[in-house]
């Protein structure tokens, strides 16, 4: 997909929102199409993708056909959105993804596999522990996983540095083979699209 392509369905989920089609929770992406479209260049059909609750971009670009997509949103599932036929899965739950996904990648590994997993995360969730001691063990046992790490400058209540007590992202200037890190401004807010009083 293209990044207009990207964009146009991302605006019309906002518009569904926005207009009461959607009565459940929707984080939007926006801005970032440049970079998601450069990961997902190296991304398999074998490789699996694991996303926090901001995760139709990934869905489109790992082959989840935009009506399906669509479908689905408006049916609620905008923040759990699965799909096993394209080794695809997301979770509402923070950081819910990641023991999941380095579970994954070890069984890739003990079954000798080509796959890779691809694990996404936000850059609140990157600080904390349970991120911390999976990309670590990930790394000492040298797993086929890469970890994305996705700085929008948002928090549900809270700002991330002054949560942390830091001034950038502990992984803003690492470089290594199991982390990907790269910042993005977006339009739309931590959840919903603007309008729409949440819940």
């Not at 799909?83 to 890739?108: D, E, F, K, L, R």
């Not at 007590?165 to 603007?194: C, L, N, R, W």
Request: glycine share 8%.
């Amino acid at each position: 997909m293209t990044k207009e392509e990207l964009r146009a369905f991302e605006d019309k989920i906002a518009d569904h929102f926005n207009n009461g089609r959607i009565r459940a929770p929707v984080h939007l992406y926006y801005g970032n199409e440049y970079e998601m479209i450069k990961i997902f260049k190296d991304i398999r059909s074998i490789d699996w993708v694991f996303c926090s609750w901001r995760s139709h971009y990934q869905c489109l670009l790992k082959g989840v056909p935009s009506d399906v997509l669509e479908k689905d949103i408006l049916d609620g599932k905008s923040i759990s959105l699965c799909y096993p036929q394209y080794n695809i899965y997301s979770t509402a739950i923070v950081g819910g993804n990641i023991p999941v996904a380095v579970g994954t990648a070890m069984a890739m590994k003990r079954k000798g596999t080509d796959a890779k997993v691809y694990c996404f995360v936000g850059d609140m969730t990157a600080e904390a522990g349970a991120f911390m001691e999976n990309f670590k063990y990930s790394m000492q046992h040298e797993l086929p996983i890469k970890f994305i790490v996705e700085d929008n400058g948002k928090s549900v209540c809270t700002d991330t540095f002054k949560t942390w007590g830091v001034k950038e992202s502990t992984y803003k200037f690492v470089d290594q083979e199991y982390i990907y890190y790269y910042e993005y401004e977006t339009k739309y807010p931590h959840a919903g699209a603007g309008m729409r009083v949440q819940f």
